[in-house]
C-alpha cells in the first residue's frame, strides 16, 4: 500500500484555501493508502509566533483535522515536534541541499525581499524540513496545494541526490497530488493572489467563521461595475469569485449566474448573498463538529499521543536505515 504524508502549519485557523487545496484530499486518501497527517509546528516557528498562540494553533488544527473528516482510526495524526527521527533526517539532508537552490526557491526569495539581513536560517532551509518531513515516512504521495508543487520538487532533488550518492534506493520519489486533478490554488477574496492565514481581514474564509461573518466577508470581496457586452470576459476579482462558487456551491446555481453574467443581468449583490449562504452551507458541518471537539482535551491528547507513537516507530525504521548507509551506526565500529 502506498504511503501518504502532508501537514499544516498552526499559525492560525485554517482557511478553505487549507481545506480544498489539501484537507478535502486528506479524508479521501485515508480510504486508499497509508496516510500521516501531521501538524507542522516546527515549520510554525520560522516565523517567530509566541509560545501561547502556537499551542492554541496546534489544538485548533488538530480539532479542524477531525472536524473535516481525517479519522485517527484510518490516518496516523500526530505533531510534528513529538517526532525527533524528522529532525535528524533534517540534518542529514541538509548535507545534499545547495545554498544556491534555497536561495532560488521563490516562497525565499520572497521573504528574503520583506526581512532582507534579518531572516532567518530556518526559512532558507525550510524546503530541506519539509523534504524530511515526507521521506521519513517514505511517502509516495503529498495531497497540497499548487503553492507547494516547487517545494516537492526540492525534496525529490534532495532524495535523488541522496539515492545517488550512496547508491541505495531507501527514498521513494514523492509526488504532489490533489487526488487525479491538477493543484489548485484557492483565491483570496480580495482579488489578487491566493487566500492565504498571514492576510489580514477579510480575504480569507475560515473553516470555523459563522454565518455572519462569512456573508459579511463576501458582501466586502472586491467587484467591478458589472459586464457591459454580453459575453465579455471577466476580470480577475469576478473570475476569482466564480471559481469559489465552483468549489462550494451546485451547478445549478453556477450555470444560473454564469448565464446572468453573459447576458448582462447579474446583479453582483444578489451573486454574493448566494455565494456566501452556499459557503456557510458547505462549512457548516465542519464548525459544528469543531465546536463539539475543541474543547475535549482529553481526546485531542489521545489522538496524538497515540498518534505520536505510531509515527515515531514508523520514522525509527527510516533513520535506522539511514543510519546505516551514511555510516552513522555506531554498532559497526
Ligand atoms: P500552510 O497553511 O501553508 O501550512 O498550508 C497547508 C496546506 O494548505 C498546503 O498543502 C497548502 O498548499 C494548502 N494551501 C494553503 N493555502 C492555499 C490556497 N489558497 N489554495 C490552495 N491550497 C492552499
Known sequence: METVLSGMRPTGKLH????????????????????FYFIADYHALTTHTKASELNSSISNVLAEYLAIGVDPEKATIY??????????LYLILNMFAYKGELEKCTTFKEKA????????????TYPVLMAADILIHKANKVPVGEDQKPHIEMARNFAQRFNHYYETEVFPMPDATNEGENLIRVPSLQGTGKMSKSDAGDSAIYLIDDKDTIIKKVKRAKTDAGPTSPNQTKPQEIENLFYLMKLVSSAETLSHFEEAYNNCSIRYGDFKMQLGEDMNQYIAPIREKYQSLINDR???????????EKARAHAQKTIDEVRNIVGLNSMNI
Open 16 to 35: 478553505l484555501g487549507n481545506y480544498l487545496g489539501a484537507g478535502i484530499n486528506y479524508v479521501k486518501m485515508q480510504e486508499k493508502y497509508n496516510c
Open 79 to 88: 505533531i510534528q515536534s513529538h517526532v525527533p527521527q524528522i529532525p535528524e
Open 113 to 124: 525581499r520583506k526581512e532582507g539581513q534579518t531572516l532567518n536560517a530556518g526559512l532558507l
Open 298 to 308: 482529553a481526546y485531542l491528547l489521545k489522538v496524538v499521543n497515540e498518534g505520536g
